[in-house]
């Protein structure tokens, strides 16, 4: 069994990973709630088609890196590759279209075949948030500052940066569409063969192709600035004003694109140059048509994505581990009386353990490994006389305790510090 290893692509969160790791969820699920956000849970795998509908068949994440399978019934399902489009099926399945806005937060493992690399995983983990039903920038901008405030809260605001694009409504989408294939057109004998294969099916996925043949000739592609409508201007233009009113920083980066026709107005990204090349740590985008793609009407929706991985990466520290206070019984007689201390102290909220073999010695060895604030010690006189030896071991200090006295004196202390 020794040579049996994690496959490749996925960890084991053990102490202070683990620690990391539940730290990003629950500081991500406290500023959520802050905001109204309830939080949801969905299937970690679903009918293949939720995935193919959302993702399109062209994407990568379809082609080449979906976990996909036929069960014993002959159904196709997909263990999901993120959580955007689960959201929006269980919107749909559990009849809530017509209870809008939804505010939801997430987090959980997604799965995606591609070769690891730092603070990148085949199961790896997300916390998300979809505000679902408002059109107006101010959900933008609401849903931006929540990732903000996150990162802020984990203490790591300082080390990203606020990337921000507009991808305009569908008539200027549309416009730039027909500008990029002019422009591509003129020079496909420059792209890679990736990209000659999207040219026409989807020539905004050439944007963000890492080819470096294909990187010199964006360069010069037509930004869709030059395409917006006046009323996807406003819509712009209320974004950034709205951003500056919450105190929330951004640079503009126009190469910021989302493939998918249902994608439009806001695309961002918080990145980081601490990471090396996997520089994004959260991300997101308006997505105004993907619910309807679920069967559902058509609904706007803005959300973002972060990997907790590259999250906890980037805390400064790991939180610190729970120090409990430890049970020292002596003697057969104490052990009764013993645990009965211990239960007392964690009905009233206090982590406590106990030894369950060895003498007093490496008992107390014990609680010194722990990292134990208290030894709660109890022998043969002390069960006479109906008290508790608590010993501090951080300053070396014993007081001596009425048993029943033992939980609420501990309480004093912590109130105390």
């Known amino acids: 069994m020794s040579s049996l290893q994690p496959v490749r692509g996925t960890h084991d969160l053990i102490g202070e990973s683990q620690r990391r790791f539940a730290h990003v969820i629950e500081t991500a699920r406290r500023i959520t709630g802050l905001y109204g956000f309830d939080e949801w849970a969905t299937p970690i795998f679903e009918d293949t088609?939720?995935?193919?509908?959302?993702?399109?068949?062209?994407?990568?994440?379809?082609?080449?890196?979906?976990?996909?399978?036929?069960?014993?019934?002959?159904?196709?399902?997909?263990?999901?590759?993120?959580?955007?489009?689960?959201?929006?099926?269980?919107?749909?399945?559990?009849?809530?279209?017509?209870?809008?806005?939804?505010?939801?937060?997430?987090?959980?493992?997604?799965?995606?075949?591609?070769?690891?690399?730092?603070?990148?995983?085949?199961q790896f983990h997300q916390i998300g948030a979809e505000l679902l039903g408002p059109a107006e920038p101010l959900a933008d901008a609401e849903v931006i500052a929540m990732g903000r405030d996150i990162l802020q809260a984990l203490g790591i605001a300082r080390d990203t940066v606020l990337e921000l694009n507009t991808l305009g409504d569908i008539e200027s989408r549309t416009a730039w569409r027909d500008a990029l294939i002019a422009y591509f057109m003129e020079r496909r004998d420059e792209l890679s063969t990736d990209s000659l294969s999207r040219l026409e099916r989807n020539p905004l996925r050439i944007l963000d192709s890492k080819a470096p043949q294909d990187r010199v000739?964006?360069?010069?592609?037509?930004?869709?600035?030059?395409?917006?409508?006046?009323?996807?201007?406003?819509?712009?233009?209320?974004?950034?004003?709205?951003?500056?009113?919450?105190?929330?920083?951004?640079?503009?980066?126009?190469?910021?694109?989302?493939?998918?026709?249902?994608?439009?107005?806001?695309?961002?990204?918080?990145?980081?140059?601490?990471?090396?090349?996997?520089?994004?740590?959260?991300?997101?985008?308006?997505?105004?048509?993907?619910?309807?793609?679920?069967?559902?009407?058509?609904?706007?929706?803005?959300?973002?994505?972060?990997?907790?991985?590259?999250?906890?990466?980037?805390?400064?520290?790991?939180?610190?581990a729970p120090r409990p206070v430890v049970v020292v019984p002596m003697g057969d007689d104490a052990v009764t009386?013993?645990?009965?201390?211990?239960?007392?102290?964690?009905?009233?909220?206090?982590?406590?353990?106990?030894?369950?073999?060895?003498?007093t010695k490496r008992r107390m060895e014990r609680a010194n490994r722990l990292n134990a604030t208290h030894a709660i010690v109890i022998g043969e006189d002390e069960v006479a006389r109906g008290v508790a030896q608590v010993k501090d071991l951080d300053k070396g200090e014993q007081t001596e305790v009425g048993m029943d006295q033992v939980t609420s004196f501990l309480r004093g202390l912590s109130r105390g510090a």
């Open 49 to 122: 088609r939720v995935f193919k509908r959302t993702l399109g068949d062209t994407s990568d994440v379809v082609s080449k890196e979906m976990y996909t399978f036929e069960d014993r019934g002959g159904e196709s399902l997909t263990l999901r590759p993120e959580g955007t489009a689960s959201v929006c099926r269980a919107l749909v399945t559990n009849g809530l279209t017509q209870s809008l806005p939804q505010k939801v937060f997430y987090a959980g493992p997604m799965f995606r075949y591609e070769r690891p690399q730092k603070g990148r995983y085949r």
């Open 217 to 320: 000739v964006v360069e010069d592609a037509p930004m869709i600035s030059g395409y917006l409508t006046p009323q996807a201007r406003a819509f712009w233009d209320d974004l950034r004003r709205t951003l500056d009113i919450l105190g929330v920083p951004f640079s503009e980066n126009p190469r910021i694109v989302r493939g998918l026709d249902y994608y439009s107005h806001t695309a961002f990204e918080f990145v980081t140059n601490r990471l090396g090349t996997q520089g994004t740590v959260l991300a997101g985008g308006r997505y105004d048509g993907l619910v309807s793609e679920m069967g559902g009407p058509k609904t706007p929706a803005i959300g973002w994505a972060g990997g907790i991985e590259r999250l906890s990466m980037l805390l400064e520290e790991a939180p610190a």
């Open 337 to 359: 009386a013993g645990l009965t201390v211990l239960q007392a102290l964690r009905g009233a909220g206090i982590r406590a353990e106990t030894s369950y073999r060895g003498n």
